[in-house]
């Protein structure tokens, strides 16, 4: 089940790079699991280790606390490339809780909400101003769909209705459909 997800305020790491492909975030390599635990070790595993499997000292996703840094702010056409879901479960493990960009590829996209990540698409300017500003402060309130950044007036932003109240309520579409069983089978045992 995905955590629930109302309001998140959190420091941002930023990756500008435009571009960045599903095989960049989790390298096909690693897709031998169907399990999400353990994911977020290979999550952009070639930017942050060598070619002998050693961590990059220097690597910035080597150095950022996902306790603090929990909203990733990538460049523009995020998630581009092959369909994988383990690309939105490498970054939960690693501790990302929402991608903001200009774009996100749209199966990214819910792959990403149907497992508790939330994509967050603004305008140019949002996107200029958090890309200048690492490490700044945001604060995601999922129930208002809005973003504020700092002191300014929030800004809307849009998620798909039933994946919204799914991250409301902490549930996959699994567990929406669970919670609506004994109403399923009292429809389904009704005189014909």
């Known amino acids: 089940m995905p955590e629930r997800f109302t309001t998140l305020t959190s420091s941002t ?59 990733l702010v990538a460049g523009d056409n995020f ?14 493990d690693f501790g990302f809780r929402a991608v903001i960009s200009t774009s996100i590829a749209d199966i990214f996209a819910s792959n990403a909400l149907k497992n508790g990540l939330l994509p ?3 305008g140019p300017e949002t996107h200029a101003r958090l890309l200048a500003e690492p490490g700044g402060r945001v604060i995601i309130d999922l129930e208002r769909s809005e973003l504020s950044i700092g002191n300014e007036p929030p800004i809307s932003f849009e998620t798909e209705p039933f994946a919204r109240r799914c991250l409301l309520d902490g549930v996959d579409t699994l567990g ?4 609506r069983l004994p109403a399923i089978e009292a429809f389904e045992s009704r005189p014909a």
């Open 13 to 71: 790491f930023v990756l500008p790079q435009a571009n960045i492909d599903t095989d960049q975030i989790i390298p096909a390599r690693f897709l031998t699991t169907t399990s999400q635990k353990g994911l977020g070790a290979a999550a952009f595993y070639d930017w942050r280790y060598d070619a002998q499997g050693d961590l990059l000292p220097d690597a910035p996703l080597n150095t950022v606390d996902t306790t603090e840094h929990r909203v």
């Open 79 to 92: 998630a581009c490339g092959s369909s994988r879901e383990h690309a939105p479960w490498a970054l939960l």
């Open 120 to 122: 967050i698409c603004v």
């Open 176 to 179: 929406w459909l669970l919670e």
